[in-house]
């Protein structure tokens, strides 16, 4: 089946640790997107990335890293310079350029802090 | 700059009557509009877009919206609600120019009351 999947579903997080959320998308998109989802606040863009090897700083990129060395993953790596990483992490991706383009999502990655 | 609206927090509706969950925008260029389902601790599901075309626009498990270009909005509506139609809605907006990223309201938590 073609999509999305993210992993780990849940995560914890120590003091002043580094944890890396992976995406992973079989549907040949070459756009792909992470998004941070706080109760009550939407959906808040943290990196995208249009293609291979580029990507860009969202709205909310600091404390957070990315990579895109394939054009399959997409990982993000939550620092210990992000102070309040307690939230729900989507990623997405879409093929950008094409009239029906649209964002399809992962399930989910719940990051707590222990 | 983009930005989407969602002006109610919670809408409460009675199964079998008819819902409408609101949605306006602001966007550069031609709108591109959506509408997303989410489930509890679950991605969200694509319900229907606007492009182009008819402004009346029909989508999974019986929704359909009205794009209104005067008034700025995308209205979710529904003709009869089911209790299973309950999860929290996003409306999403991206402007038709190169390079514009997806931006989503904060949502609405609907709840279908048997």
Known sequence: D?????SPKYLF????????????????????YW??????????LIYYSQIVNDFQKGD???????SREKKESFPLTVT????????????????PGVSNEKLFFGSGTQLSVL | AQSVAQPEDQVNVAEGNPLTVKCTY???GNPYLFWYVQYPNRGLQFLLKYITGDNLVKGSYGFEAEFNKSQTSFHL?????????SALY?????????????????????????
């Not at chain 1, 079989?26 to 756009?31: E, I, S, V, Y």
């Not at chain 2, 509506?77 to 139609?85: C, I, Q, R």
């Open chain 2, 26 to 28: 602001s966007v550069s």
């Open chain 2, 77 to 85: 509506k529904k003709p009869s609600a089911l209790v299973s139609d």
């Open chain 1, 13 to 32: 997080r120590k003091e002043g640790q580094n944890v890396t959320l992976s995406c992973e998308q079989n549907l040949n998109h070459d756009a792909m």
């Open chain 2, 90 to 114: 996003f409306c999403a907006v991206r402007g038709d120019n190169y390079g514009q990223n997806f931006v989503f309201g904060p949502g609405t938590r609907l709840s279908v009351l048997p």
């Open chain 1, 60 to 66: 909310i990129a600091e404390g957070y890293s990315v």
């Open chain 1, 2 to 6: 073609g999509g999305i999947t993210q």
């Open chain 1, 80 to 95: 210990s310079a992000q102070k309040n990483p307690t939230a729900f992490y989507l990623c997405a991706s879409s093929m």
């Open chain 1, 35 to 44: 998004y941070r989802q706080d109760p009550g606040q939407g959906l808040r």
